[in-house]
Antibody, heavy 118, light 110 residues
Framework: EVQLVESGGGLVQPGGSLRLSCAASQFTFNRYWMTWVRQAPGKGLEWVANINEGGSDKYYVDSVKGRFSISRDNAQNSLYLQMNSLRAEDTAVYYC???????????WGQGTMVTVSA | QSALTQPPSASGSPGQSVTISCTGTTSDVGGYNYVSWYQQHPGKAPKLMIYEVNKRPSGVPDRFSGSKSGNTASLTVSGLQAEDEADYYCSSYAGTNTDVFGTGTKVSVL
């Protein structure tokens, strides 16, 4: 089955770090850009970051620039999000998503919850 | 990178139509024909319903249609059914390989 499965979420204190992973299966991972999207509890979707097929080009929403880093390992069919200097406002479900074409996210994971709290 | 503006809620009776607007700027919605729409049921991941303004992925009913005029995109759901009750989000390419989502609209089937 074509799917994305996120892991790595949990409870972390403000200022702490967390690394999210997204395992891709049953599609040619290295042919696609990949994306992280988050959703705070009871709130809307927020685009977080994009990475190109080879991992050389990375783009971020302003609110996470300098704190979050998107990366990928095409040999392992995996996408990552390194989150540092976490804040309460980073509390959200984090989804990885595959863009079928520009801005068309046709495949989503089930999400992983990140809670930033003391 | 401001969120696109959607009405908080919309509703219709079964069989009726509902249209949701999504307003951005010339830097996103108005500047590119890359607008997509997502349906999200509670506790579930979003589902792509429309991409590139008006294209439907395989498996999405033709009751769902999209359009755009200037800086505003729209999603119309015709022949409303109970299972269409969900949150709907628009998204647009915003240049330089970035994207932006809308504020979301809760659609209720009366």
């Amino acid at each position: 089955e074509v799917q994305l499965v996120e892991s790595g979420g949990g409870l972390v204190q403000p200022g702490g770090s967390l690394r999210l992973s997204c395992a891709a299966s049953q599609f040619t991972f290295n042919r696609y850009w990949m994306t992280w999207v988050r959703q705070a509890p009871g709130k809307g979707l927020e685009w977080v970051a994009n990475i190109n097929e080879g991992g050389s080009d990375k783009y971020y929403v302003d609110s996470v620039k300098g704190r979050f880093s998107i990366s990928r390992d095409n040999a392992q069919n995996s996408l990552y999000l390194q989150m540092n200097s976490l804040r309460a406002e980073d509390t959200a479900v984090y989804y990885c998503a595959r863009p079928y074409s520009r801005n068309a996210f046709d495949l989503w994971g089930q999400g992983t919850m990140v809670t930033v709290s003391a | 990178q401001s969120a696109l503006t959607q009405p908080p809620s919309a509703s219709g009776s079964p069989g009726q139509s509902v249209t949701i607007s999504c307003t951005g700027t010339t830097s996103d919605v108005g500047g590119y024909n890359y607008v997509s729409w997502y349906q999200q049921h509670p506790g579930k991941a979003p589902k792509l319903m429309i991409y590139e303004v008006n294209k439907r992925p395989s498996g999405v009913p033709d009751r769902f249609s999209g359009s755009k005029s200037g800086n505003t995109a729209s999603l119309t759901v015709s022949g409303l059914q109970a299972e269409d009750e969900a949150d709907y989000y628009c998204s647009s390419y915003a240049g330089t390989n970035t994207d932006v989502f809308g504020t979301g609209t809760k659609v209720s089937v009366l």
